[in-house]
């Protein structure tokens, strides 16, 4: 008979330590799979993580250093910045990037969603973040094991709370880790509704329902071209 598992099982190997820090959100467990057949495929995931990150991160320094003066040159306040976002098992920690909107944009309103030609973008926030070299500041989360190359997009706990109680299995995206890329980031625009996160939210599920070295591979590549204008999700 078939061991089943999910992230709330007790195998040492697979179970991960949570934070008292909560969100209000509660992981669903992954799809019933082989226990041995998910260890070795998150193994491999760690370890991909690990070795592909600090590569990106020695080859992207210098281009980080540039975009983080340009940043600092142009607009009032640091050139990166910090976020609270919700990772695996609901527990908090903090993403960087590359500061691409105005300084404490948010004082007045509070966590709100980036949407089209938002006027809290800097002009030099538009190119890094039409090159996604933003995200670059994020290869220190996977090295530091707080989120992957892969995954459903990490969300801030405030809006990730509303998000729980509007919409059916929004829980089942915090059994794993977070992504900087992911199938539903590839194939979906930005979230500016709800209803565009309960369609992230089913590829989501798709993406946990087939969990594998081989589909992190293709979202890589997939990620790479779509960057460079090569790929266009149908």
Known sequence: MLRTYSVLDTDPVLRRWTDPRRTGTRPSPLPFRRTDSLRRTLLFKRVFDYTFASALLALTLPLMAVCAGLVRLTSRGPAFYSQQRVGQFGRVFTLYKLRTMYHQCERLTGPTW?????????????????LHVDELPQLVNVLRGQMSMIGPRPERPEIA?????????????????????GHAQVHLPPDVTVADVRDKVRLDRYYLSRLSTWFDLVTLVRTALRIVGVYRAK
Request: glycine letters at 8%; aromatic letters at 2%; hydrophobic letters at 35%.
């Open 114 to 130: 980036s949407v089209p030609g938002d006027p809290r973008v800097t002009p030099v926030g538009r190119v890094l973040r039409a």
């Open 161 to 181: 709370a509303q998000l729980a109680r509007t919409i059916d299995d929004y829980d089942a995206r915090s059994s794993v880790l977070p992504g900087i890329t």
